[in-house]
């Protein structure tokens, strides 16, 4: 589990729309590989997350932070937000995209409605492939793949670069990619863990 400090940490500074470091590399990504990095601010480790409830997103059941909250599902893009943030605020969120819109290579998904860290209205709008890699997704052996971002908001100001990860996996319901530009903690090590929902209750 997250310590309780880190934990309202992250929502305090989610909530007011930006991020610590905004387009700092990912932590995790550099080792993703073995999905064992602790991510840009996790402490909590393997153990606890192998205990973590899971959370039904999209096509996949994901071991849970304690500070996750489901968002919009569309169908096709189920999206888990930092908790606590206030409806139409810029928070820290990932989506889960399947269908014809998860993308499996070298294209970054930046349409999932997602704004980026650096204040409100700021939304991804380029980017390009920084590196690509073999990792665990879902128990089976899926890619994980890191474009840097370019970000502004509605009028071309305020530009500002980030990284995004991206992993994906092939499964019997078709390709599913999960997006994340706001360097959620150990997300990586989460989605090796993580479940098709239709076999996580077997």
């Not at 409806?87 to 998860?102: E, H, K, L, Q």
């Not at 939304?123 to 128990?139: K, L």
């Not at 990284?163 to 990619?177: C, D, F, I, P, Y």
């Amino acid at each position: 589990m997250l310590p309780v400090a880190l934990a309202v940490g992250l929502l305090t500074v989610g909530c007011a729309g930006g991020v610590s470091a905004p387009g700092a590399p990912h932590a995790d990504a550099a080792d993703s590989s073995a999905a064992s990095s602790s991510g840009a601010a996790g402490e909590a480790g393997s153990d606890s997350i192998a205990d973590a409830p899971l959370m039904p997103v999209g096509p996949l059941a994901i071991p849970a932070a304690d500070f996750w909250a489901p968002g919009e599902d569309t169908g096709s893009i189920a999206v888990v937000t930092a908790g606590g943030c206030e409806d139409g605020t810029n928070c820290p969120a990932f989506a889960v995209v399947s269908g014809a819109g998860a993308h499996a290579t070298d294209q970054a998904i930046l349409d999932d409605g997602i704004g980026c860290p650096g204040g409100e209205g700021m939304m991804p709008v380029s980017a390009t492939p920084a590196s690509a890699q073999a990792t665990p997704v879902a128990g089976s052996t899926g890619t994980v793949q890191v474009f840097d971002v370019t970000c502004a908001d509605a009028d071309g100001a305020g530009a500002i670069a980030i990284q995004q990860r991206q992993w994906s996996v092939g499964g019997a319901e078709g390709l599913v990619t999960i997006v994340d530009r706001w360097s959620f903690a150990e997300l990586g090590d989460r989605v090796a863990g993580a479940q098709w929902l239709d076999e996580a209750g077997e």
